[in-house]
């Protein structure tokens, strides 16, 4: 045996593993700091500093005290700090791989804040952090056009139309003045009339100067049904011409009212506003509350998804290992918060978080999460209360209800002097100052957000650097409401959901600014409007010109057809039946003379 | 490193037997390349301070596999968690899951499973391999090897004689 045993080496392993405790006792502290440093460093890509850590051993508590992670993406400000935090785990459930807390207490936790020195990137985030309050601040700017420019836009539908009248004018003009040189004129008529009384005079003596008479008058007859014929012609011409012409003008009345539609619809003159007004007021800040929530929410996914499935998405936990467990009798959480106090250190005052059961397998121990919030140290004496609970089920359905209720928030300072006002007023709108009140509730299935939350800004202050006299108008009128409500409803998937904003500035701004507004619109309006009448006027009194034209051109197409059609069916038919009357008396007088006379 | 290298090299030119070095060694793989603080650890230790091998060898060992297991680390982690969550093996990991011993000793850590598992399918190998090459080294390079003035020097060198006083304790 003592070939292959040193039981001698006994002592040394004692020594050994002693030496090991000796270290891990004195060094625990050190050992996880630079764990926490370097790992947390390797997982964020930015700087991570903790001031100290201090390890207790019986009952086991980590005390970390002011921590500090650089946010990658702006390194002069940390993505997350806190001053202290003392968490007493139950080290033999961590033995068997699990980190159950019994109770947590994390101390001014910051999002946010400016960190002493500029932390160091290891790894640049890709993508550029847009901002959110540059999004919601970049306010519609409204300029009514200019009404001599305007007119000058050829898509204008009244300039066209004024133009097509003259072309159609000009167009039936020459059309017609080509038919009025082949229509008889006055001299023929009058040859006409010498020529029928001609006939009518001749005296008929033989057969022989009847058939003449019948020959010259036959011959008349043709020439004037020529003539008529083409007085016809120029008659359905000029029906038509009057068609396009009035057809032309109808659409030259109507077009100011379309041009108007069209610019008001090009301008936007309708939608002025209010509710980008509102997004700009309620939006903004919850909006930026919402991307910076989500922004921590992707910070702590991977260790909030604890499931093996979304555990092996995570290339990054997968790298250093996991634990993976199966049945157990009394199943616990991979990792579980019994019981602990957060105090969140926000620009608004300090909020204090009581947790309870905080975990994601909550099918294990059959029980919700639950956090309550609560503050009566925020800005201006305000004071908040809300419940929050989840539960995500084995399947991985994922249920949350929440509900919240603020009282007299301070938002920004209470007493604004001139400087105050200036540096507020980076954007067309932002609110200065104002009381919050405000109550809300949501509910969450999976990833399917529900939430209404419902607010009251008592005596706002808002403020511009806008220029333009109705901007200043809409700030003047929002700074003399004493109570602005609203209604914020947010609907859809929690990754992107749809905000609706429900707000009576509608109502205060379509009180005062937007009668200012309106006049103005409605200036606008009758200025455009009258060039636009003018330029129709002008053309329709060119229309009135030719109309008159027109009429005598009708009149005399009328007295010449009617001329004509005398001669034809009423004199020189007469003339005709004349002698054949004279014709027959002559026979039956002969006849007489010869048979009894 | 200087002292890993001393403690080699002490190994490799003492009278100590060819397999003594190369059991130290593969002991020290195992506990160089799973995670320091585990179970199976505690027992790698006791074999290696109390079965009869190279004390120097096995830390050398230890040192140089500790820095291959931090390469090879996400790689025993992929193997242990196909393993523990391939279907065809759920029963068993279920049922080893019952004994607390089991789940002290962290099977059920994908990296301590994966890596234990290859450190032990690699021991033997590695044991025979290393046999044969400090034979070969002993027969055709130590001789050769001792004739350098750096060698003479580090064997004249305290860190020499402290590690050579210490084998011959043991």
Redesign the interface.
Known sequence: MKKYFRWQGLLGLIAFLAFIAAIIYIFAGWIIKTGIEQGGGWYLGAEVNVEAVNVNWSPFTLDIVEFQATDPKAPEFNAMQFKQAKAEVDLWQYLLGKVIVDDLTLAELEFGGKRASVGEVYRVPEGKNTSQTEQAGEAKEMALPDVKQLLKDADLITVSKAEQLQTVYQAEKEQLAQIKDNLPDEEKLDFYKQKVKEIQDTKVKTAEDLVKLKARLDELKAEIKADKKQISQAKDSLQSSKDNLKQAVTELKQAPDQDWQAVKTKYQLDTFEVEDVAHIVFGEKGREYYTQGMEIYQMLKPFLSTDSESATEEQAIVDVGQFIHFTEDAPQPDWLIKQGMVSVKTPQGLFSLDLSEINMQHWKRNKASLIEVSSNQLKGNGQISGKIDFFKAKDGNFLSEGKWLLEQLQIGAAQLDEETIQSAAKSALSLAAAKLFADGEFKLNNFDLDAVIKLDLLDPTFVTNASKGWQKKVVQALNDAAKIPAEIDILGSVMSPDWKIHSQIDEIIKGSVTQQLDAKLTEFKTDLQSQLNQKVASSLKLSDQQAGELANLDAWLNDADGTLNNLLDTQLKSVVDQEKEKAKEKVKDKLKNLFGG | MLTTLAKLFIALNSENSPKQISYAIALGMIIGLT?LFSLHN?VI??LA????VH?GAFFAGWTVFSILGLLF??L???L??GL??LPAL?GL??TL??S?FM??A?F?????LGSLLVSLIVFYPLVRLLNHLILKYRTHIMAYVLKFKIVQTLKASKVYKAYSQLQGA?
């Open positions: 995670p505690l230790l006791f301070f109390v079965v009869r004390l680390a996400p025993f982690a992929s242990g968690h523990l969550t759920a990991w279920d899951y019952q607390t789940q002290l962290h059920h850590h994908t990296t301590t043991q």
